[in-house]
Every structure is written in C-alpha cells, then in structure tokens.
C-alpha cells in the first residue's frame, strides 16, 4: 500500500497541492512463491505431483508443469515464470485538495507505464480529517497533529511471456494482475519549524484476481480455472516519514513496512 498522505494537517480550505512520488518496493523471499495444490484447480493439474511451488508475478523461474482436459482435448502446458524481481520502482502523481471541516480528499491515477519490464497502472482516492480540532482550544500548527484516513485504490500489473500454445485451444501471452486496496490509518506528525515528523498505524484489506491474456475459444474456462491462486487478506501496516517545508514546496520521505517493505520520495507543491 502506496504513501497517501505525510502530516496530520490538513491544507486550508480549497487550497490544493500537487505531488509526483518516487516509490520502491521490496519484494521478500516469502512474497516471490506460493505453494499451491490440484484442490486449488479445476480443470487443472499439475503432472505427476499433488503440489507444487509457483511463483509469484515477482519470483523467478519454476519447472512446473499444467495438465487438463476441455471436452475430451488434453493439454498441458509450462507453468509461467515469474520477473524475478526483488524491488521494483515506479513513480505516481497525485492531487490533494483541501475541504471543509478540516479534511482533505486526494485523488490517485496513473495510466499504464511500463517500468523494470511490467506494465502497471492505479488510480485511487483517499480521505483525511483531522480530529486535534475537537481537543486544542486554540489549533497550533506546530502542536501534535492526529488524523483518520480512509483510501481506496486499485492497482494494475501485467507482463508479456513467450507465447504458450496448446493446438486448437489457447494461445497465451500475458497474465494480469488487480488488486482492490482498502486502509484505515491514523496518522500523527509534529512540526518543528520547516522540519516534520510523521508516523502511521493502520490496517489494509486487499484482494488479487489473476487472468491469463491471449486468444482461443477455451480462455474464458482457462481463467476460470485460475481464480484458485486469487487471494485475498488483511495486513497491519506501519509509517514513519520526514517533510521539509521551503517556499511552497514539500519534500517527504517515508519508510512503510507492512506485506512489502515501500521507500518512497515526494516533492510536492502547494497552491
């Protein structure tokens, strides 16, 4: 789950800032592979074992082979290999928007880029309220600053392999990912002249569909097959950032740690 948001204040009211993010991902060893069974499939199986361990769009290769049937035609075929990716590095921008009542709303999208060999995109939106109102007589800005967030993005991935042919049924050259991303944070900062620190604690909610892309009459039942390694969870998830404050503009950095440890750097400009 990507940085949304880097101080508990929040901008005036329909004062608006722009940000461009740089982010890391570092995908562990855990994340990399999944051990899966034929009660995961349908029309699927893997030749001559009960189980095998696949890996993830992030892990390396696999000597796994697919075996089915669709109406008295067998086939089989190479389980796919993954990018053999340990981090991966991608930048997004977004919008933030100050509201009445001491919230903001920011709004997420990036259209599909290609970066370290995947195809990606995400969009997304996020709410902040500020809640040291109900408690300060008199709102300090570089008091202790407590807000809520709730955000909702979806994130893309896909990428392109060899092509695998099975005659008369499929030919397939790509596998996308989607995932739907909820979190539920409280986040606290404390200002110290142009310098801020910022923390997060909060939950993530996250599901991951899988679809295989190419062409055949038998794609769709291929694909419905597949929704045994989809998968869905619930994470705790913490941050802790620094911003710096010149003129209008904002450079954050921050430091995440949930499924997937994130690094990420903000310059940000307000209005």
């Known amino acids: ?79 796919i290999n993954g990018l053999d990716k ?71 991935a896909d990428y392109a392999f060899n092509q695998i042919t099975i005659p008369l049924l499929l030919d397939l050259n790509r596998i996308d990912v989607s995932a739907d991303l909820w979190l539920f944070q409280a986040l606290g900062s404390r200002l110290y002249g142009n310098f801020e620190v910022f923390g997060a604690l909060g939950v993530t909610a996250s599901s991951f569909d899988y679809e295989m892309g190419g062409s055949g009459e038998y794609l769709s039942q291929l694909n419905t097959a597949l929704t045994g390694i989809s998968g869905s969870g619930t994470k705790f998830k913490g941050d802790l950032g620094f911003n710096y404050y010149f003129d209008n503009f904002k450079i954050s950095t921050m430091f995440t740690a949930s499924n997937f440890f994130n690094a990420n750097l903000g310059v940000h400009y307000r209005f």
Do not use: C
Request: proline share 4%.
């Open 1 to 79: 789950m990507l940085s949304w948001f880097t101080s508990g204040r929040t901008l005036d009211k329909w004062k608006f800032e722009v940000s461009v993010h740089g982010n890391a991902v570092f995908i562990p060893d855990g994340k990399q592979q999944k051990l899966s069974s034929n009660r995961d499939f349908s029309i699927l199986k893997f030749r001559g074992s009960e189980n095998a361990v696949l890996p993830t769009v992030f892990g390396g290769e696999t000597d796994a082979v697919f075996e089915g049937e669709i109406f008295n035609q067998s086939f089989s075929f190479d389980a």
């Open 86 to 156: 340990s981090m991966i590095m991608h930048p997004y921008p977004q919008v933030t928007i100050g509201l009445p009542y001491s919230s903001e709303v920011t709004i997420r999208f990036l259209p599909s880029i290609t970066v370290n060999d995947v195809g990606f995109s995400t969009y997304g939106i996020g709410i902040k309220h500020n809640f040291t109102q109900y408690y300060e007589r008199r709102y300090n800005a570089e008091d202790f600053q407590f807000s809520g967030v709730i955000t909702y993005s979806n994130f893309n």
